[in-house]
């Protein structure tokens, strides 16, 4: 069976990438609908070799024969449309924020939890988790399964383009005006000048110090895990890399995982490929893992430190895995199972 499905907020950075995974997967599209706002009226952009004109998503009266709907057009936007595409007939898979905590909203990473897509049927929603939290989990839930981990400590090295297309072209732009010795434009997207610098400061700061992307790595991991008892702290960082998340992550677990067993356990999992073999410069690095679907793990070793504990340096493209593709695997379980 072949399904119509929708891309909202098909002009950005994730929702291209939606078009083409879509594309790559051959997922069963029978009619392709893409959406944005008027910023984009007239714009028409390539699927499968023809191309798909873009429609202006405030204009459109009526979603009627919608299977299956891709957001990624912002939190608010998810809020007013995704009920209103679902109330037409469409499941929502959801790349926002807006529903991830809701509790009858599945928030799902299908290698780690592809059973809680089932929940679709409350509202009509699936949400998409965050793009850190996505790769973080996947590679953990082996460990976790073998030896409980009972605490998550993260820092994150985060690509611009989760930030957007405008964040891609900010980095873009100041690293040219830097080489050509000019004044750098002034930065918009981001919080700080990202050419050449690191900035601690992703989404919103939170009365608790924290920012939104740290808490959402915190209350995201516990819901796709369903374990409210691990506990997970994070620091979030932007760092001038266009494409690919990378996570230093400290786990402490009940029983003890050694590096040995911890690369056996990952290289059995689906969608992680180790690569760990530091005598011979070999680590996961972001230019190496843009454009690929999995999540890659490497610099696996002991925490001296403890009893029970492990280092990983875990590494994604933060537009597929991250993004794209963890929202079209969910269609791919929708269309196989539920649809
Ligand atoms: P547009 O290109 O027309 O502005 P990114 O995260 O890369 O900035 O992409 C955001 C996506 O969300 C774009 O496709 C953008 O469309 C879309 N979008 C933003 N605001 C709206 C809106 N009010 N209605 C529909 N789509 C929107």
Redesign the pocket.
Known sequence: REFNVAV????????RMMIRVLEERNFPVKNLRL???E??RGLKLPFRGEEIPVEV??ETRSFSGIDIALF???GS?SLEYAPRFAADGAVVVDNSSAWRMDPEVPLVVPEVNPHAVAGYKNKGIIANPNCSTIQMVVPLKPLHDYGRIKRIVVATYQAVSGA???AIEELSAQTRAWCAGEELPPAQVIAHQIAFNCVPHIDVFLENAYTREEMKMVNETRKIMEDDSIRVTATCVRVPVFYGHAEAVNLETERKITPEKARELLSNFPGVVVRDDPENRVYPLQIEVAGRDEVFVGRIREDESVECGLNLWIVADNLRKGAATNAVQIAEILAREYL
């Open positions: 909202v907020g098909a002009t950005g950075a994730v929702g959406f944005a706002s910023r984009s998503l405030s990624s057009a912002g936007r957007g297309q405008k």
